[in-house]
DNA sequence: CTAACAATGGAGAACGTTCTACGAAACATG
DNA sequence: CATGTTTCGTAGAACGTTCTCCATTGTTAG
């Protein structure tokens, strides 16, 4: 009984048998296609039914669709994930889609593995979520099966790209320590070692948008920025190079979520009080962020409009659309308790 | 050049052609099957380099197998899941299988939705993490697909499966407690809405062992439980609650560190000091849990070792294994901060 | 020297779909 | 009533593999 051999698959013969026409009009019915009448369509899928047919996806790819879309994830630990997922499953709930997802890791020759691994999977299109890989290549993907980027600035002819709008998310916050009398606001980058990403990545344009936004408000003098990681770590470090400045910031701006609790721990071990010392925000909102014991001020990137647009344009890709787009979805404030007023004005 | 069409794939044939031989002969090659002379192999081997050949899975589908394993997530939010799929993926890191993740939701029915899909897809195998469904609807995928359950106590004769010892995770909490001196220690589990799971369920299991813990110990009138939920939300009104007891618990042992970080904020809430006035500790070992201003000990459940396992398992289960095995992995705890002597013996 | 057998390679039929032709009605038009 | 023109339905060839035979060699035994 355990070893019960698989009861065969219910195919397209067994439905057209049942109901007494061709495998061709049973195809026909299946794809909705032009030539066939209401009394045979009835027929064929009151066969379907009772027979308890699924098409197998496999057969499929041999001649036509999958309808399959697959996601590459770049690292399964980055916490807004769900949300993107999420967002691309909701757009796709009606449709026939069905969304895989595919843990990349964060080398480029592991993703361009996965990437392959999707296509010769015949995908329909794949979403790939930050990755790390030269336009080039990504373009050469593009070539093969419909793809959209997701977390890339800069675009490209021949894909699609989804974007949160870092620019608008940096001056936010600026703009919001600045109105609450910052002036001397730094900011916490994320060093890149070389890979191909360069200024179009996320950490490039969130420090571009500090700098432009501090301009604006005429804080130039207060530009400062220091180049660690977005970790933990990274931002335990960078904060501890900028609280033994002469003139310290009253302010820490981390270009992410993870690195601002970095800044909390030395904040902390400084002795210094937030917000009453030193305000600190980050950016991804992500889940512990709200937490109490946190209550970070972040910029919330809404991964869940930005997995439904992708999902959307792949979409349009696959059904023909020629003409590229770059989709940029605007980034909101929330302000929690790491943010206040500064101690004392000089 | 943007509607460039794809350039067709090259396929076992191209491979023959070019190696001047027949496509069954490098199909052997491929397969690595009898009936195969050195020379040839290199010939075709050589012929499949030049090309960039690589199988087409959706074809290979129709006969045998698709190297393509899925993995059913039932909570992508779950913060553990990541460690299990890496587990998943470095075992299978030296194979030709491939690992793919579907989305499954957390009902039934998406369930279901997402293991059907995958064996539409003709995977392999399907690893189901934490499924809700019954038993019954359990063996029944499994005649059709090999599978491999983790986080269902239990077990089965149709599938394998791998479960984290809850029963020994729970006692190792109640024991660091009990030794530190704690003799009211409460604690907190998650009501199943009369799912399907029943006495299975990882939570009902780690009530379980805390009941057994405590009574081995000698606690049995400290024994306290309250059902609510693993959420942040959930934790918090269970601690409210055992806060108002007459003779109020000296320590609360949430089921999920989730619900550990509701009882902190409730504790701060109630001018409580952690772990003077109360000591707290969690299960799971979330990111955040090891944390500075968190610091919560917690039970840590080694995604990794349960993904890799459950992975091996899978992989028997295809290569032709029939007996069936239940696989516990132990857990270890981890002390931090939010656990410390009770401050007034009575 | 022949029979038996192992080793090697290839022909060709699946697998479950899609989709292009094409035929046979049914209907409209003159 | 002959002749288009739709509309409906079917044959059958793909698609890229796997895998079961079968044919052709050598090789060995008697």
Same mark, same amino acid.
């Given at each position: 009984?355990?070893?019960?051999?698989?009861?065969?698959?219910?195919?397209?013969?067994?439905?057209?048998?049942?109901?007494?026409?061709?495998?061709?009009?049973?195809?026909?019915?299946?794809?909705?296609?032009?030539?066939?009448?209401?009394?045979?369509?009835?027929?064929?899928?009151?066969?379907?039914?009772?027979?308890?047919? =699924?098409?197998? %996806?496999?057969?499929?790819?041999?001649?036509?669709?999958?309808?399959?879309?697959?996601?590459?994830?770049?690292?399964?630990?980055?916490?807004?994930? #769900?949300?993107?997922?999420?967002?691309?499953?909701?757009?796709?709930?009606?449709?026939?889609?069905?969304?895989?997802?595919?843990?990349?890791?964060?080398? #480029?020759?592991?993703?361009?593995?996965?990437?392959?691994?999707?296509?010769?999977?015949?995908?329909?299109?794949?979403?790939?979520?930050?990755?790390?890989?030269?336009?080039?290549?990504?373009?050469?993907?593009?070539?093969?099966?419909?793809?959209?980027?997701?977390?890339?600035?800069?675009?490209?002819?021949?894909?699609?790209?989804?974007?949160?709008?870092?620019?608008?998310? $940096? =001056?936010?916050?600026?703009?919001?320590?600045?109105?609450?009398?910052?002036?001397?606001?730094?900011?916490?980058?994320?060093?890149?070692?070389? =890979?191909?990403?360069?200024?179009?990545?996320?950490?490039?344009?969130?420090?571009?948008?500090?700098?432009?936004?501090?301009?604006?408000?005429?804080?130039?003098?207060?530009?400062?920025?220091?180049?660690?990681?977005?970790?933990?770590?990274?931002?335990?470090?960078?904060?501890?190079?900028?609280? $033994?400045? #002469?003139?310290?910031?009253? $302010?820490?701006?981390?270009?992410?979520?993870?690195? %601002?609790?970095?800044?909390?721990?030395?904040?902390?071990?400084?002795?210094?009080?937030?917000?009453?010392?030193?305000?600190?925000?980050?950016?991804?909102?992500?889940?512990?962020?709200?937490?109490?014991?946190?209550?970070?001020?972040?910029?919330?990137?809404?991964?869940?409009?930005?997995?439904? !647009?992708?999902? =959307?344009?792949?979409?349009?890709?696959?059904?023909?659309?020629?003409?590229?787009?770059?989709?940029?979805?605007?980034?909101?404030?929330?302000?929690?308790?790491? !943010?206040? #007023?500064?101690?004392?004005?000089?």
């Amino acid at each position: 009984m355990t070893t019960g051999s698989a009861p065969r698959r219910v195919t397209i013969a067994d439905v057209a048998d049942r109901a007494g026409v061709s495998t061709a009009a049973v195809s026909k019915v299946l794809r909705g296609a032009y030539g066939v009448s209401p009394g045979m369509r009835a027929k064929v899928r009151e066969a379907m039914d009772e027979l308890g047919y =699924r098409p197998h %996806a496999a057969a499929r790819a041999m001649r036509g669709r999958t309808y399959t879309l697959g996601v590459m994830l770049s690292d399964t630990r980055n916490p807004f994930f #769900p949300d993107i997922i999420e967002g691309v499953t909701g757009r796709l709930g009606g449709t026939e889609y069905q969304v895989l997802l595919g843990p990349g890791g964060d080398e #480029p020759r592991s993703q361009a593995r996965m990437t392959d691994a999707m296509i010769d999977r015949s995908m329909d299109g794949i979403i790939l979520i930050s990755p790390v890989m030269s336009s080039a290549e990504l373009a050469a993907i593009a070539t093969t099966t419909p793809i959209v980027v997701i977390g890339r600035h800069g675009g490209a002819a021949e894909y699609d790209s989804v974007v949160d709008d870092d620019i608008v998310g $940096a =001056r936010l916050v600026v703009d919001h320590l600045a109105d609450l009398g910052h002036r001397r606001i730094a900011h916490i980058t994320h060093l890149d070692r070389g =890979r191909a990403s360069g200024a179009d990545s996320p950490q490039a344009v969130r420090a571009e948008g500090y700098r432009q936004a501090m301009r604006a408000r005429g804080l130039a003098e207060g530009i400062d920025v220091v180049a660690t990681s977005f970790t933990e770590e990274g931002g335990y470090e960078g904060a501890r190079q900028l609280l $033994a400045r #002469p003139a310290r910031p009253t $302010a820490i701006f981390a270009g992410a979520d993870v690195a %601002a609790l970095g800044v909390l721990r030395a904040a902390y071990e400084a002795g210094l009080s937030v917000p009453g010392d030193l305000s600190v925000a980050g950016y991804d909102n992500i889940g512990i962020a709200s937490l109490k014991p946190i209550s970070l001020t972040s910029v919330d990137q809404d991964g869940h409009v930005i997995g439904a !647009t992708a999902a =959307r344009l792949l979409i349009e890709r696959i059904e023909g659309r020629g003409r590229s787009v770059l989709s940029s979805v605007s980034p909101t404030l929330v302000v929690r308790g790491t !943010t206040g #007023p500064p101690a004392g004005r000089e």
